[in-house]
C-alpha cells in the first residue's frame, strides 16, 4: 500500500507537473538571463515572412511579441499600421498574456481605432492608419500583436531591422520568398549574415536571423540604427505601377522610370511663360534670373502634402500647381523645373533620403530609398540647389536636413548620383553680446543681441517663423540657466525679410543672477550656451557621434562691476584643441570697473568616429569644467 506522506508527495509532484506545464510560450521564466540584465523591456518575437506572388502582389506576415516590466516601455504595446489602395491589412490579431504566460485577453474593436492619414498639411490622401493598443496595468506582462498585409503592388519591398531599439531581442527572423525560377535583389549591411537558401515546393526561401541580442547601453552605441542593428534591404528587378512599368536594375533605369512619370506635366500656360520672360528681362546675371523665378514659386504656393497617384510618386501637372496654388515636395519641384524651363534654365528634380537620420545612400543597390524630392541647377563653376517646400527659406539654401548626403537627380537620360552640399562651421555661427549690469545684492539687468546665420539661421527660422509672442518668449528664456530670470522686451529681425541672418535684441531682469554672500559675491560669467552633461566614460564606444552640422558659437559679455566691488578671483584662460573642434574662454577685468567673458566653441565636422571617443569625452568634460567657473568680487576695504 501507499502510505499516506508518499501519496502527498505523489500529488504535489503531479501538481508541480501541471503548474509548470502551464507556463506558456511568453513566460517570463523563459527569457534567457542574459537579456534580462537592466532590460525594461524585451522583445521575445520579431518574425517577418514577405512573400513575392507574381510582379504586381505580394504578401507580408508578421508576428511580434514583446515582455514589458516598465510603464515606460508601454508603447511597444501600440501598434500603427498605415495601408492605402496598394496595402490592405488583413487578419489582425493580438493578445496579452501574464507573467507566467497565459493569456489575459484578446484584442477587441475597442482596442482598435481607424483615422483618415490626414494631417494639418494634408489636402489628398489615400493613406490611412490604424491604431491597435494593448496596454495592462500588472508588470511584467507580454503582448503579441499578429497580421497580414497583402500588397497590390511590388515597389515598396519591406526592409528588415533585427533590431529597433536599444533593448534587447530573444528572436528577429526575416523570410523572404519568391517563385523558384527568381533571383532575389537584397543588400545587408552586415557581411557576416548571410542568407539560409532553401527551396520547397517550387519556391525559393531567403533566411535572415539574430537570436539572443543583449541590451546596448546608449554611451557605447548610440540610437541610429545603422549602428546598432543588422539591416536587410530587398527590391525587385522590374516592377509596374498603374501601368507605368520601371526597372530597379541600375539608377540610370529607375531615374528613367520617374522622369517619365514628369516629362509631360511640365507644361505652362503661355501667359505665365510671357509674365516670367518679363520677370527676369532686366536680370544682371543668371543667380538673379534664378532668384527672381525661386521668389515668384514660393509668393504664389504652399506646401500640402499629396498622396495621390501612383504610389505617392506621380506629381501634378505645373499648369495645376500654378492655378491651384499648393502641391506637395513633387510637385512643387516640378513646377519649379518648369518655371525655370521657360526661362531658358535646365533644372531637375532630386530624390532625396530627407530628415535627422543621416542614413547613406546605398548607391550599389538601385531601389527607393527616397522620402523628399528637391531641384538643382548644375552649372558649370557653381550648382544651385532649391527647397520648394518652404515659402521662407532662402534661395538656394537647402536646410542641414538634406545637405552633406547623396541622392539621385532625374535627367531626361536618366537618374544620375549626386552629392548635396555640405556646410562648413564658419557658416553656421551664432553670435551673441551681453551687457549686464550687476548689483550688490546679486540681481542683475542684461542687454542682449544674438545673431544667427547659416544653418543656425534656418533652425532658429523654422522655430519663430509661426510662433505666437508667447511661444517665442518661452524659447527665449530657454537658453537661460538661471533662476527667476524675467524677459522685459525683444525684438526679432531679420524674420521676414528673406535676409541670411536672424538678430535677436532682448532686456532681461534676473533678480537671483549672482550670490552675494558676505563681502563677496559670486557669479557665473557664461549667462548663456553654459554646458552641464559631460559623455559618460566608458571602455569602448562602437559609433560615432553624429552631430546635426558643423557650428560655431561666439559669446561675449560686458559686466558692470557694483561700486565698491573689485575682482578677486577670475577663471583662469582655457583653450581646447581637439580633431573635431576648438573650444577658448576667457575673463579679463577692465580696471575695477567692468569685467569681459570671452567664449569660442567650434564644431568642424558632422560625426567624430568611435576611436575618438576618448578624446570627444575629455574636450566636452573640458567645456563643462570652464562653464562652471565663477567670477568672485570682493569689497573694498
Not at 549626386?418 to 540681481?443: E, F, H, W
Request: aromatic content about 14%; glycine content about 4%; some cysteine.
Amino acid at each position: 500500500m501507499i502510505s499516506q506522506y508518499t501519496l502527498i508527495c505523489l500529488l504535489m509532484l503531479v501538481s508541480a507537473v501541471k503548474v509548470f506545464s502551464e507556463e506558456g510560450e511568453y513566460s517570463v521564466d523563459k527569457i534567457p538571463k542574459a537579456l534580462l540584465k537592466d532590460a525594461n523591456a524585451v522583445i521575445r518575437v520579431n518574425e517577418i515572412s514577405f512573400e513575392v506572388l507574381d510582379k504586381n502582389s505580394s504578401i507580408k506576415k508578421v508576428k511580434f511579441a514583446a515582455t514589458i516590466f516598465k510603464k515606460d516601455e508601454q508603447q511597444f504595446g501600440r501598434l500603427i499600421l498605415w495601408y492605402d489602395k496598394f496595402r490592405e491589412i488583413d487578419d489582425l490579431e493580438g493578445k496579452i498574456y501574464d507573467r507566467a504566460g497565459k493569456e489575459i485577453r484578446e484584442l477587441d474593436d475597442r482596442d482598435i481605432k481607424d483615422y483618415s492619414g490626414f494631417a494639418g498639411y494634408t489636402f489628398y490622401d489615400d493613406n490611412r492608419v490604424r491604431v491597435s493598443e494593448l496596454f495592462h496595468n500588472e508588470y511584467p506582462y507580454t503582448i503579441e500583436f499578429k497580421y497580414t498585409i497583402s500588397y497590390d503592388e511590388n515597389f515598396n519591398w519591406p526592409t528588415w531591422y533585427s533590431r529597433s531599439t536599444l533593448e534587447p531581442v530573444e528572436k528577429s527572423r526575416f523570410e523572404v520568398v519568391v517563385p523558384e525560377n527568381d533571383s532575389l535583389r537584397y543588400w545587408c549591411n552586415d557581411d557576416s549574415l548571410k542568407p539560409l537558401n532553401e527551396i520547397q515546393n517550387g519556391k525559393k526561401f531567403y533566411i535572415w536571423e539574430k537570436n539572443n541580442l543583449v541590451k546596448l547601453p546608449y554611451d557605447v552605441y548610440g540610437d541610429d540604427l545603422e549602428d546598432i542593428a543588422s539591416i536587410v534591404r530587398i527590391a525587385p528587378a522590374e516592377f509596374e505601377i498603374e501601368g507605368y512599368a520601371g526597372s530597379m536594375n541600375s539608377w540610370k533605369e529607375f531615374g528613367s522610370w520617374y522622369y517619365s512619370l514628369c516629362k509631360d506635366r511640365m507644361k505652362l500656360p503661355e501667359t505665365v511663360e510671357k509674365e516670367l520672360k518679363e520677370l527676369v528681362k532686366s536680370s544682371g546675371s543668371e543667380k538673379e534670373k534664378m532668384s527672381k523665378v525661386y521668389y515668384y514659386m514660393q509668393s504664389r504656393t504652399r506646401y500640402v502634402s499629396v498622396q495621390l497617384g501612383i504610389g505617392s510618386w506621380q506629381p501634378f501637372e505645373a499648369e495645376y500647381v500654378h492655378t491651384r496654388g499648393y502641391g506637395d515636395c513633387k510637385a512643387l519641384s516640378n513646377y519649379m523645373v518648369s518655371l525655370l524651363n521657360a526661362v531658358g534654365i535646365k533644372a531637375y528634380p532630386v530624390l532625396i533620403n530627407s530628415g535627422d537620420e543621416r542614413l547613406p545612400l546605398i548607391s550599389q543597390f538601385p531601389s527607393n530609398q527616397f522620402n523628399h524630392v528637391i531641384v538643382c541647377i548644375p552649372g558649370t563653376e557653381d550648382t544651385t540647389w532649391l527647397e520648394c517646400t518652404s515659402q521662407n527659406i532662402l534661395f538656394g539654401v537647402i536646410d542641414a536636413d538634406c545637405e552633406n548626403r547623396e541622392a539621385l537627380m532625374i535627367t531626361p537620360d536618366g537618374g544620375i548620383i549626386v552629392n548635396t552640399p555640405s556646410s562648413s562651421a564658419d557658416k553656421n555661427i551664432q553670435m551673441r553680446k551681453s551687457m549686464v549690469k550687476l548689483t550688490s545684492y546679486g540681481t542683475a539687468s542684461a542687454e542682449v543681441f544674438t545673431r544667427w546665420s547659416g544653418n543656425q539661421h534656418n533652425n532658429m527660422l523654422h522655430k519663430i517663423i509661426d510662433a505666437t509672442p508667447e511661444e517665442r518668449e518661452k524659447l527665449i528664456l530657454s537658453s537661460f540657466e538661471v533662476p527667476e530670470i524675467k524677459l522685459n522686451k525683444f525684438d526679432f529681425k531679420g524674420v521676414k525679410e528673406k535676409k541670411d541672418w536672424i538678430e535677436l535684441s532682448a532686456e532681461f531682469l534676473l533678480t537671483r543672477y549672482a550670490n552675494a554672500s558676505g563681502t563677496r559675491i559670486f557669479f557665473y560669467p557664461n549667462i548663456e550656451e553654459r554646458r552641464s552633461y559631460i559623455p559618460k566614460d566608458i571602455a569602448e564606444r562602437h559609433s560615432p557621434v553624429r552631430f546635426y552640422y558643423p557650428y560655431i558659437d561666439i559669446d561675449t559679455a560686458f559686466y558692470s562691476v557694483p561700486k565698491g566691488y573689485s575682482a578677486e578671483t577670475l577663471p583662469g584662460e582655457v583653450n581646447l584643441e581637439s580633431t573635431f573642434g576648438k573650444f577658448s574662454s576667457a575673463t579679463k577685468a577692465l580696471g575695477d570697473t567692468s569685467i569681459v567673458y570671452t567664449r569660442f566653441l567650434e564644431i568642424d565636422c558632422y560625426s567624430i568616429p568611435a576611436k575618438n571617443y576618448p578624446e570627444y569625452r575629455d574636450f566636452f568634460a573640458g567645456v563643462v569644467k570652464s562653464d562652471r567657473d565663477q567670477v568672485v568680487l570682493v569689497k573694498k576695504k
